[in-house]
């Protein structure tokens, strides 16, 4: 939640103070907000916007993950299976 929360709202400036950007040269520097960068420039260091949509993305993927290992279990009969030794690692069974 704090991945997606600073992404999207105290990096983009939606509720939030926003983040530190110097200018080129180091002489203006400021807080402002940054629109997250959605194509490929996002990879890029130099671009603030990667900063934020790195981190809306990565929430984004650990919810989606998240609710997969919720919804997906295993059977019962290969859970017993496995307690009763017939999928285990032993070379003479």
């Known amino acids: 939640?704090?991945?997606?929360?600073?992404?999207?709202?105290?990096?983009?400036g939606l509720y939030g103070p926003?983040?530190?950007?110097p200018d080129?040269?180091?002489?203006?520097?400021?807080?402002?907000?940054?629109?997250?960068t959605w194509d490929v420039e996002?990879?890029?260091p130099f671009v603030q916007g990667g900063i934020a949509s790195h981190h809306?993305?990565?929430?984004?993927?650990?919810?989606l993950a998240s609710l997969f290992h919720l919804s997906v279990h295993l059977s019962p009969t290969?859970?017993?299976?496995i307690m009763y030794g017939k999928y285990g690692n032993h070379p003479f069974q």
């Open 18 to 21: 926003r983040i530190w950007l």
């Open 24 to 36: 080129p040269y180091g002489l203006t520097s400021k807080v402002q907000p940054v629109n997250p």
């Open 78 to 81: 290969f859970i017993q299976r």
């Open 56 to 63: 809306i993305v990565a929430r984004t993927l650990d919810i």
């Open 1 to 12: 939640v704090a991945c997606f929360g600073f992404g999207t709202c105290y990096v983009t």
């Open 42 to 44: 996002g990879f890029d």
